[in-house]
C-alpha cells in the first residue's frame, strides 16, 4: 500500500526540485490559484477528489506522494523552505506526531468544527485546531469460521486469552495501524493492564508478524491462521472483488466487530492539517473545508471503503453494509488521546517482545 520512504538526501534534492517547480508555476501565472498537498493516500480513486474540488473552486493541486512516515520526514528536512501547504496522513499517531514535532500550523474554521465531531480531531487550543480526521476505518477481527467461534474473538481482549493460544496472526506491532489500536486499548485498560494484554497476544502468535492486512486475512482464510486484525477497509476491498480467490477468501473467513457489549470498536482516521510554513493557507483551509464537504465524504465512502467522518451521511457502499448490517457500535474517546499514547505503546511492545 504505501511506497517505502526515501532517504533524507534523495528527499532533499526532490524537495530542491518541488520548490523550483512549484515556485516557477507561482511566477507563471499570477492569477493561478494553487494547493501543494503532501499526500499519504495512494488510491486511485482519490483522483477525482482533486479534480472535483480544482472543477468547483479553480485552485489546482499539486501533489507529492509519500508514506506517513517519509512526509514527516521530508517536512522536517525542508523546514522554512517546505513548499507543503495541506498534509495529508491516513493514521492517528502519525498525525499526533507530526503535531508533537510541531509541523502542523494551528487554522480556525467555522465549516470544520460544525462538520467534524470533536472525537475525530486535534484538541482546540487558542490558537486553533491543528489536524482534523475526514475518514474513518474500524480496526476488526476475521476468524476461521471452520476453527474459531465468533463468541470466542467478540472482544480485543480475547486475543489474548489462552484459549486462542497458537491462532493469531497480525503485521508487525510497531505498524501505525496497530499502535493506534494499542494506544486505544491503552486509554481503556490503563498501561498495566494493556502491556499484560500485549504479552498475552504475543504468547497466542501462530507466526512471526509479517506483511500487511491483506495477508493476514488471507493467512486465515489459507488456515495458516485462526484469527488475524486488520482494518476494514482491506476486507471490503475482497468483498468487491470480482476475482474467484478473493471471493474464497471471504467465504472462508467471518467478520467480527469488537467489544460491541463494552467500549464499541476501535476507529482510526485518515486526516488532514496545514503545514507550520504554508505559502497557501486560504487555499488549504478551502482544500480541506471541501474535503468534509457531502461529495467528498462520499468519495471516501466508496471510492475506498472508508466511513465518513461527517455524522449522519447515508453511506450506499455495499461491501460496508454487508460487513456491519447497516451501522456498528464505535469507541468514542478522543482520537487525540490515542495518538497521544505512542510512545508508551511502542516501549511496551519492546518489553513484552512484540517484533
Known amino acids: 500500500m504505501f511506497k517505502k520512504a526515501p532517504s533524507l538526501t534523495r528527499l532533499a534534492l526532490a524537495s530542491a526540485t518541488l520548490i523550483g517547480a512549484m515556485g516557477c508555476a507561482g511566477l507563471a501565472s499570477a492569477q493561478e490559484q494553487t494547493v501543494n498537498l503532501y499526500s499519504a493516500r495512494h488510491y486511485q480513486t482519490d483522483e477525482a477528489l482533486y479534480a472535483d ?9 499539486n501533489r507529492v506522494d509519500s508514506d506517513d512516515a517519509g512526509i ?46 470533536a ?10 485546531t491543528t489536524w482534523f480526521g475526514f475518514s474513518t476505518r474500524a480496526r476488526i477481527v476475521v476468524y476461521d469460521k471452520l476453527k474459531v467461534k465468533k463468541a470466542d474473538v467478540d472482544t480485543y481482549e480475547e486475543l489474548a486469552d489462552p484459549k ?8 508487525s506491532g510497531a505498524h501505525p495501524y496497530n499502535l493506534s489500536l494499542f494506544g486505544a486499548v491503552t486509554e481503556h485498560l490503563g498501561e498495566a ?18 506483511g500487511g492486512d491483506t495477508d493476514q486475512i488471507k493467512g486465515v482464510a489459507s488456515g495458516e491462521c ?16 470480482d476475482k474467484p480467490e478473493d471471493k474464497a477468501v471471504v467465504e472462508r473467513i467471518g ?3 469488537p467489544n460491541q457489549d463494552t467500549w464499541g470498536t476501535h476507529v482510526n482516521i485518515a486526516g488532514a492539517a496545514v503545514a507550520k510554513n504554508a505559502r497557501n493557507t486560504a487555499n488549504a ?71
Open 53 to 61: 474540488f480544482t472543477k468547483s473552486t479553480g485552485i489546482k493541486v
Open 72 to 117: 514527516l520526514a521530508r517536512l522536517k528536512a525542508e523546514g522554512a523552505a517546505s513548499p507543503a501547504d495541506v498534509i495529508l496522513l491516513v493514521d492517528a499517531a502519525r498525525l499526533g506526531k507530526g503535531d508533537a514535532d510541531g509541523l502542523f500550523k494551528p487554522i480556525k474554521s467555522a465549516v470544520l468544527e460544525a462538520a467534524i465531531p
Open 119 to 128: 472525537k475525530l480531531r486535534a484538541k482546540e487550543t487558542a490558537e486553533g
Open 164 to 171: 486462542n493460544k497458537g491462532l493469531l496472526c497480525t503485521r
Open 193 to 210: 493492564k494493556t502491556e499484560q494484554w500485549l504479552k498475552g497476544m504475543v504468547a497466542n502468535m501462530a507466526r512471526a508478524p509479517k
Open 226 to 241: 485462526g484469527i488475524a486484525i486488520t482494518n476494514s477497509y482491506y476486507l471490503a476491498r475482497l468483498m468487491r472483488s
Open 255 to 257: 467478520v467480527v466487530f
Open 285 to 355: 483551509i478551502k482544500f480541506m473545508e471541501y474535503l468534509a464537504s457531502p461529495d467528498a465524504q462520499n468519495y471516501f465512502a466508496n471510492g475506498n471503503n472508508e466511513w465518513p467522518a461527517v455524522p449522519n451521511l447515508k453511506v450506499t457502499n455495499p461491501a460496508l453494509q454487508a460487513m456491519t448490517g447497516g451501522s456498528f457500535k464505535s469507541e468514542t474517546i478522543p482520537i487525540s488521546a490515542v495518538a497521544n499514547n505512542q510512545l508508551k505503546v511502542q516501549q511496551m511492545l519492546d518489553r513484552v517482545g512484540f517484533k
